[in-house]
C-alpha cells in the first residue's frame, strides 16, 4: 500500500451508502487482517469481528460521541487481550485497517466505546478478549456536502450536513520540536537533512485521526531519536488517548519505514529523559 497518499487520501467518512459490502470484499479485509496487517505487539492476541448494519441499533447507546452512533453497513470490532499496550496496539492495528479500506474505496469512521462488556452483550460477542476499538465502514455517499463533527465542547458534540472540508489539524511546525517541547527552530534545518523524508512522516503523523480530534501528542527529536510525547488533554479519555497514540505511531511508522526500514521503539521509561512541562509524558522514541 502507498502509506502516504492513503493517509492524504482518509478522512472520516459519516454518511453510506445503502451499498452492501460483497462478501469477496469483506474476505479481502479478513485475510489482510490475518496475513499483511501491521502490529505494534505483535505477541499479543487480537481477534477481528465484521458485523452487518444490525449492529447499528445494538450499538446505540454503547459507542459514538454522546451515544450518537454513525449509521453503516458495516462495524469492525477489533477484540484484544488486556496488556501492557494493549490499546496502543489496537491503535495501530485498526488504522491500518482503516487505511485498507481507504485503499479499497470504502470510508470509515472510528467511534468511541467505553464499557467493553456493554458492547460485547451489544453484540453477543462470547469471546473471552476484550473490545478494544470499533469502526463503522461501508461506500461513502459522494456529495459536496458532507456530515462533519463540529466540537463545540465535550458535551455538546453537533453532526450536522456542512460543506465538506477536512477536520482542521495541526501542522508538523506545531508537533514537531527539538530538544525541547516548543523548540521549533532548528527542526526544518533537521528534517531537511533527511531530504523531505523525516518530513513526509510527520505530516503524515499530522493527518492522523484522533478522538474528537484533539491530536493531544507531539514529538521532540534529540540526541539522534525521535520521542513521540502526549500532551495533556482534559477532553481525551484515557482508552481514547491511547487509540489516538497507537494510530499516530501507525501513521508515522507506516511512512518513515518506507525509506529507513523496520524501526524498533522504546516504551515507558526507555523513551527516553526529556524535560518536558508538566503532565507531558514521553510515550515512545526510536532511531531511524
Ligand atoms: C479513538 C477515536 C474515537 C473516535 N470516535 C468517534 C465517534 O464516536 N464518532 C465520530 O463521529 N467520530 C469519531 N472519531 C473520529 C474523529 O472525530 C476524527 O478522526 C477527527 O475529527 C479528525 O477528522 P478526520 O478523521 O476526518 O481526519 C474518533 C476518532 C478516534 C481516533
Redesign the pocket.
Known sequence: MNYSALIQNR??V?EFTDKKVPAAVLAEIEAYYQKSCKRLVPELKTELCIFGDDAKEALEGA???NQFL?GAPQYLVLLSEKGELAEENAGYIMEDLVLKLTDMDLGS????FTDSAKVKEALNIASELEVAAIAAFGYGVKAKKRLR?NILSMSNVD?SAKRHY??PKRSVEDMVFMDTWGNYEPVSEYIGFFDDMLWEAFYAAS?A?????RQAYGFVIHDSRITLVRRPDAYTTEI?GK??LG?VLLHFTSVASEWAGKIQWRFGQDAGVLQLPEGYEAVASCVL
Not at 469512521?109 to 468511541?112: A, G, I, P
Not at 485521526?209 to 480530534?213: F, G, M, R
Open positions: 478522512k472520516s459519516r459507542a459514538g460521541y454513525i469512521c472510528w467511534l468511541t463533527i453532526i477536512f477536520d493527518l485521526p484522533s478522538y474528537l480530534n481514547d487509540l489516538s494510530i
